[in-house]
């Protein structure tokens, strides 16, 4: 097993924002779209304490657009060990209420992955979703995903399903679960935290479970401020 492109993939798509500037809930896409003119800054630091050991470092920026659509870029990579694998990485969200009260939401995004690094291919990953939210402090998502080879690295196109659980305990802490069905790069379960008691900081410890071997298991911290 190729663990570090695996590991790789899954920080392509490891991003996490507060409710008020939200892309992902860890990595599956969020209902949430940040309003127009916000920009939204993060760095994600997945890393292992086990053999194989690595940390990495992925900077990203996102912004509301307009119209319930927000676009974001990222650049991961490896930081301590093997190749660094440098990709530029852009994404578009569109999310909508389908009803007046607002409980269900539609939610339609893409990735598109442009590698820096010499002797990769371009990537694309695409998703639909819908959300419904109970009681006030509970969402929930599902929907399905569609990725070419490049991103799930397996060789081939890969499609499955994805969703998410959300359950904000204060205005300050949420407990949240997100995760992939498959046996590719994207397929990780990744229970955590959003911890936000500082104003426009927040912050989210988690953990990264691999579908696919132990070895692709890897923690999550992440700090993130909006403008």
Known sequence: MKTLPLIACA???????????????FNVPSQDVLSPGTVYGEIDVPFRIDAPKYVAITPRVVAGLGYNFEGGVNLPGYINQ??????????????????????????????????????????VFGYVMT???LFGSLRLDAGGYIATDAVSGTGKSEVGALG????????????????????????????GL???????????????????????????LEAGYTF
């Open 164 to 191: 998410s659980i959300e359950y904000t305990l204060t205005d300050w802490l949420t407990i949240a679960v997100d995760g992939y069905s498959g046996n590719n790069a994207l397929s990780y379960i990744t229970p």
């Open 11 to 25: 920080i392509l798509l490891g991003t996490v924002c507060t409710a008020a500037a939200q892309q992902t809930i």
């Open 194 to 220: 959003f911890v936000g008691p500082f104003g426009k900081w927040i912050f989210y410890p988690a953990y990264q479970i691999s579908n696919v071997s132990r070895d692709g298991d890897s923690y999550l």
């Open 82 to 123: 093997g190749d660094k694998l440098w990709t530029a990485m852009f994404t578009i969200k569109h999310s909508q209420s389908l009803d007046t009260t607002a409980p269900w939401t539609l939610t339609e995004g893409a990735h598109l992955y442009l590698p820096l690094t010499a002797g990769r291919s371009t990537g």
């Open 131 to 133: 959300g419904y939210k």
